[in-house]
């Protein structure tokens, strides 16, 4: 096939900008689904994806698209993830793209993550075809819209495509621009083979599905391949394109996307970003780009119920057989049992996780307190990493703290500057710089400690700015701060699932609301419970559940006693659930109350 | 529990029971803490309602042949008071012939004090009952008025000293304990005067908002403050302690009698032997089984006593929970060398760190071979009764 008839593209937006509604429209309108199929929206194949209205994995659809004139264009639509968390997988996606449609709702304008995703594009030399959405709509902004993204791409204002994906109108037009400007991929299906791997799921019947763009070569069922990263090698069963499914094909080769299936049983063995060679004719230099995708988010994850331990190691194995970038290993807590600790790309993978585990395994989790990956100093000159508020070491041990920072755009009408400037402030923020997008909205760029916006830090956003700021980051990098480890304590025992790291300044504050939250949680005893709330041996917080006075049933006669039994049967059932520290009894919702310490009140 | 028409047969042949419940559900009007099973008295009702409990008690009586003369029978309700003497004489009569007590047997009535005028008295005593307990709830006139009571302080002590009058010396009063709104003077000048006509028995009770009472509903909208629970905890002890100089002892969480008053009829619930049971909601053992007759008096009479009854299945930890309970609600406390003789050692291995706990907390003491709740427990001895309440699989099976 002549490399001159494929496109390769990605489309990139903001959240709920109707990036998957254009999607389905594309599949419809080049005949690839019908219009009665194209009415779900096909990409996003998990439920989860479709209730949070984002796409978690990315795949690829291969469509034919038939010109008017009578010319024909093969169209490789690569979806990648919308959210920060998978921040690599868009990269990988993006690198097996020549072109990109850059949509931007006509009724909101451009959004953070409009710009984060614009930037990315054009570091991976992609030509970007701007595109504007919902003009159908009757508070659309189309002209201003317009205007604005052809500042922001350096392009003429008429080059602005104008669409709605939800009536159709504008789509043929926008295919046939995407044909038009963005360039066929270029590579020699004779050289060596190398292929970016953007995606592999796991299948149970058919093992590892890995998901490339062919850079260079040709690779074929019986090809001898080899992955650069792990030097495994594997024999080829099948490739193929996927147009809705997979469609077994004689071979691949440069400029191409499809899929590979080599026998492979572990997506680790088949990471995103690596680089598919030929085991007897390897490539001189694999693609660049490559690297572990490292989790930034640790939990403990626990089943509220000790004894589905077991079902919690399986499902977690389970989960990642799909998931290279979850990673877990076994920890046991005094409060909490066992369990383990998971490292996550971020919050939204975290959540994504913990829903999946409840929905789909019928698990009830305990999550402690997510914490960041901080780096130390030791006084005796060693490195560590920590993960877990649990092993950080006492204050006197450690020379030097350091925390991961990143870089983040937040897009809001100017009426809002003043309260999320004090938001970021409040988390320890540090001003970058404010630019204006248009005469209503700026661009406002911080760098955050990330510690600091895995609690709260959006919906605190949504809150302060009445739902109007959006809001991306990327990693920066890792700063020294003076940070201490708060202990909670109940009589005297340390609830180690409730540690937590905080900035030395925002301890005292942090210990006293946490243990006047947990004054409310925790029911009244057959004994006061003293609530502490310290650093290292000093205490910076102390509240005080009283003793319980009363609790007794006066008549208990004939006709009392079945119901004063039932009563004690189920209220023993209730206590099962709760956790013990010491003598102390906690129930579950204690561990969720540090999740809604509101450090700003 | 499990609905069914037909009697396990674990409830044996009646050899084991001891005593005999009557439920007679009428009362001329609805107490806001009342969440029993009672109507509204009309003409005829209770005469037909008697005879239907008649035949439930004969019905009965040929199931369970093997039944002794009963040491105690025990009219509750409801309002057994407001039965028409001439009534009363008459079921009685046939009650008795149809369960026959044994000499000496306690027979109590449960009574309001405005219903006990002279003649009723009288009949009552005709009728054979020995013991009455009497509804007095309260001497603080915006208290009963508060409760819905039908009666004031003054016709209360009135009622007491008639009775004694009329022959009946064993006389129980139910007193309330925080009423909303009455005062802690009122409240134990109330006890006082109570303790200074000198009746044997005397139950104290913390008012107890029943979710389907008046009281329950005015709660769910927020419209009842209960009282606190330090003022609770200093009453409680006022009572204890007035009524143990008056010489009445404390024999079980909310019961004081003076020697040979305690009331016979709930030892045996508390003991868990058996006890029959007549009437719509009533609740009876036998052989082990226990079950529960169905509310509704309409289908009680038209059936003529034949009521569908809900079994309690009790599992052997279920039987253990409550051995625990009800033992621990006695001052004597719980026969821990019984426990073990009738559920095994293992049942004492699975409780011995909770009742350490308890011991170490002051909550429970060791006096003769039993456990019994200090003061303090017994003021929170539903916390404890939760800890050593135990669930299925919690006793491996007794060989």
């Known amino acids: 096939m002549s490399l001159e008839r494929i496109r390769n593209f990605c489309i990139i937006a903001h959240i709920d900008h109707g990036k998957s509604t254009l999607a389905d429209r594309l599949l419809e309108r080049t005949g690839t689904l019908s219009v009665q199929e194209a009415q779900g929206q096909v990409l996003d194949s998990m439920d989860l994806e479709q209730e949070r209205g984002i796409t978690i994995k990315a795949h690829a659809v291969r469509m034919e698209w038939a010109r008017a004139d009578g010319t024909r264009t093969i169209l490789n639509l690569i979806d990648t993830p919308g959210h920060v968390d998978f921040s690599y997988e868009v990269s990988r996606s993006l690198a097996a793209c020549e072109g990109a449609l850059l949509v931007v709702d006509a009724t909101q304008g451009i959004e953070a993550q409009t710009l984060s995703n614009f930037y990315l594009a054009l570091e991976h030399g992609l030509t970007i075809v701007p595109v504007v959405n919902k003009i159908d709509l009757a508070s659309a902004r189309v002209a201003e819209v317009r205007e604005e993204v052809a500042h922001l791409t350096g392009c003429e204002t008429h080059e602005v495509l104008a669409v709605s994906a939800k009536t159709g109108v504008g789509v043929t037009e926008l295919i046939d621009g995407l044909v038009d400007r963005v360039p066929p991929p270029s590579g020699d299906p004779e050289a060596p083979l190398r292929a970016l791997i953007f995606d592999s799921l796991f299948d149970q019947f058919r093992g590892v599905m890995t998901y490339v763009r062919l850079m260079d070569g040709t690779v074929r069922a019986g090809s001898r391949i080899m992955f650069v990263s792990t030097a495994n090698s594997y024999e080829v069963s099948e490739v193929g394109i996927f147009q809705l499914k997979p469609i077994p094909r004689e071979s691949l080769a440069a400029g191409e996307v499809g899929y590979i299936l080599a026998g492979i049983k572990d997506v680790h063995d088949a990471k995103v970003g690596d680089t598919v060679t030929l085991a007897e004719r390897p490539c001189g230099e694999p693609l660049p780009g490559y690297r572990d995708a490292k989790p930034m988010v640790y939990s403990g994850v626990y089943p509220a119920d000790s004894e589905q331990y077991g079902l919690l190691r399986d499902a977690l194995g389970k989960l990642r057989l799909n998931d290279a970038s979850l990673a877990y290993e076994p920890e046991s807590s005094s409060a909490l049992g066992f369990g383990f600790r998971c490292g996550f790309l971020g919050l939204l993978h975290m959540e994504i996780v913990q829903e999946r585990l409840e929905r789909e395994y019928g698990l009830t989790l305990i999550m402690t307190v997510p914490s960041v990956v901080y780096r130390l100093l030791l006084a005796d000159a060693e490195m560590k990493e920590v993960s877990n508020p649990t092993h950080f070491p006492p204050a006197g041990e450690i020379e030097v703290v350091e925390e991961p920072f990143v870089r983040a755009q937040i897009i809001l009408p100017s009426e809002y500057i003043g309260n999320v400037m004090k938001l970021c402030q409040d988390r320890r923020g540090v001003h970058v710089r404010m630019d204006y997008v248009d005469a209503q909205r700026v661009t406002i760029v911080y760098d955050l400690p990330l510690g600091e916006i895995i609690f709260d830090f959006y919906d605190r956003l949504k809150s302060v700015s009445r739902g109007y700021a959006s809001f991306d980051y990327e990693f920066l990098d890792y700063r020294a701060s003076d940070l201490v480890r708060l202990d909670l304590l109940l009589n005297g025992d340390k609830v180690d699932p409730l540690s937590v790291i905080v900035h030395e300044a925002k301890a005292y504050d942090w210990g006293r609301e946490l243990a006047k939250k947990l004054k409310g949680i925790i029911p009244k005893q057959m004994f006061a419970v003293a609530i502490q709330a310290s650093i290292g041996n000093k205490v910076v917080a102390r509240e005080t559940v009283s003793a319980l006075r009363k609790d007794v049933t006066a008549k208990c006669y004939g006709g009392d006693i079945t119901r004063k039994r039932k009563l004690l049967e189920r209220q023993k059932e209730g206590k099962r659930r709760m956790k013990q520290v010491g003598t102390v009894q906690i129930p579950q919702e204690a561990f969720l109350a540090v999740l809604r310490i509101d450090s700003e009140s | ?399």
Not at chain 2, 26 to 52: I, S
Not at chain 2, 168 to 190: H, K, Y
Not at chain 2, 259 to 286: D, E, K
Request: some cysteine.
């Open chain 2, 1 to 399: 529990m499990r609905s069914s028409a037909s009697t396990p047969s674990r409830r044996g042949d009646g050899a084991d029971a001891r005593g005999l419940y009557v439920h007679v559900p009428f009362c001329a009007r609805r107490c806001n803490f009342c969440d029993f099973v009672t109507g509204p008295e009309v003409a005829g009702r209770t005469e037909t309602y008697l005879d239907a409990a008649l035949a439930e008690a004969r019905a009965e009586r040929a199931e369970l042949a093997a039944t002794p003369p009963l040491e105690t029978l025990f009219l509750g309700g409801g309002t057994p008071s407001l039965v028409a003497p001439r009534l009363l004489v008459r079921f009685l009569a046939r009650l008795t012939e149809i369960f026959p007590l044994a000499a000496g047997a306690e027979v109590s009535l449960e009574a309001n004090p405005e219903d006990l005028d002279d003649a009723r008295l009288a009949a009552f005593r005709e009728a054979g009952v020995n013991r009455l307990s009497i509804g007095l709830q309260s001497l603080d006139p915006a208290a009963l008025a508060a409760l819905n009571r039908g009666h004031t302080p003054e016709q209360g002590l009135a009622a007491l000293r008639r009775a004694e009058r009329a022959g009946f010396t064993n006389r129980s009063v139910d007193l309330l304990l925080a009423i909303p709104g009455e005062t802690e003077r009122l409240f134990l000048d109330g006890l006082d005067r109570v303790l200074g006509e000198g009746v044997p028995h005397l139950s104290v009770y913390a008012l107890t908002v029943e979710e389907r009472s008046v009281f329950g509903r005015r709660a769910r909208a927020g419209r009842f403050a209960e009282e606190s629970d330090e003022r609770f905890e200093r009453l409680y002890h006022a009572t204890v302690d007035r009524a143990e100089r008056a010489g009445l002892a404390h024999y079980e969480i909310s019961n004081f009698a003076r020697h040979g008053f305690r009331a016979r009829h709930n030892l045996l619930y508390w003991t868990r032997a058996s006890v029959l049971a007549i009437g719509v909601g009533a609740v009876g053992t036998a052989g082990g089984a226990r079950w529960r007759n169905a509310s509704s008096i309409e289908r009680y009479v038209r059936r003529a006593g034949a009521p569908d009854r809900e079994w309690d299945e009790r599992t052997p930890e279920a039987r253990a929970t409550e051995a625990i309970f009800l033992g621990l609600r006695l001052r004597e406390g719980l026969d821990l060398a019984a426990l073990r003789e009738e559920f095994g050692a293992a049942l004492l291995e699975t409780l011995a760190p909770a009742l350490a706990r308890f011991r170490a907390l002051g909550l429970l003491e060791d006096s003769a071979g039993r456990a019994r709740l200090t003061r303090r427990g017994l003021l929170l001895s539903d916390a404890v009764f939760r800890d050593l309440t135990l669930l299925p699989g919690d006793l491996a099976p007794v060989s």
